[in-house]
């Protein structure tokens, strides 16, 4: 019996240490809060606003559907995004939230492979 419950307890032991705390997500948002919409600029192509610490929301505009992905490397967070030519005039805007780790220091983003600079980047509550 007490085998039994020792190994029981290596079990759930092990499964704490090895537990995966990640909050990390990214996804494409259907309805954008008032209060983001109200800080987007619509000529800026790549922006940046963050929410508090660990929550952000990129904005981008294009012209095609992009496919998004999110790759870590280090304390980096790296947004790929990979369009083809599009063929929508004008660009289609898009939203996307960001939820981020504590050690997450840097985000990047990658265009078709091109690291590219935020052409805006602000907080929630900041005054235009």
Same mark, same amino acid.
């Given at each position: 019996?007490? +085998?039994?419950? !020792?190994?029981?307890?290596? @079990?759930?032991?092990? %499964?704490?240490?090895?537990?995966?705390?990640?909050?990390?997500?990214?996804?494409?948002?259907?309805?954008? /809060?008032?209060?983001?919409? #109200?800080?987007?600029? /619509? =000529?800026? /192509?790549?922006?940046?606003?963050?929410? $508090?610490? #660990?929550?952000?929301?990129?904005?981008? #505009?294009?012209?095609?559907? /992009? !496919?998004?992905?999110?790759?870590? #490397?280090?304390? +980096?967070?790296?947004? !790929? @995004?990979?369009? %083809?030519?599009?063929?929508?005039?004008? %660009?289609?805007?898009?939203?996307?939230?960001? +939820?981020?780790?504590? =050690?997450?220091?840097?985000? $990047?983003?990658?265009?078709?492979?091109?690291?590219? %600079?935020?052409?805006?980047?602000? +907080?929630? $509550?900041?005054?235009?």
């Amino acid at each position: 019996m007490k +085998t039994k419950l !020792l190994l029981i307890m290596l @079990i759930v032991l092990l %499964a704490a240490c090895t537990s995966d705390d990640s909050i990390l997500s990214f996804s494409e948002v259907e309805t954008v /809060p008032d209060n983001l919409n #109200q800080l987007i600029d /619509p =000529h800026e /192509p790549l922006q940046l606003i963050y929410e $508090g610490e #660990q929550t952000a929301y990129i904005i981008y #505009q294009s012209a095609g559907d /992009p !496919l998004t992905d999110i790759e870590e #490397q280090d304390d +980096t967070l790296k947004i !790929l @995004i990979s369009e %083809a030519d599009g063929s929508s005039i004008p %660009a289609k805007q898009h939203v996307y939230k960001l +939820t981020l780790d504590d =050690h997450h220091e840097v985000i $990047g983003v990658f265009i078709n492979g091109k690291s590219t %600079a935020f052409d805006r980047v602000s +907080t929630l $509550g900041e005054e235009n």
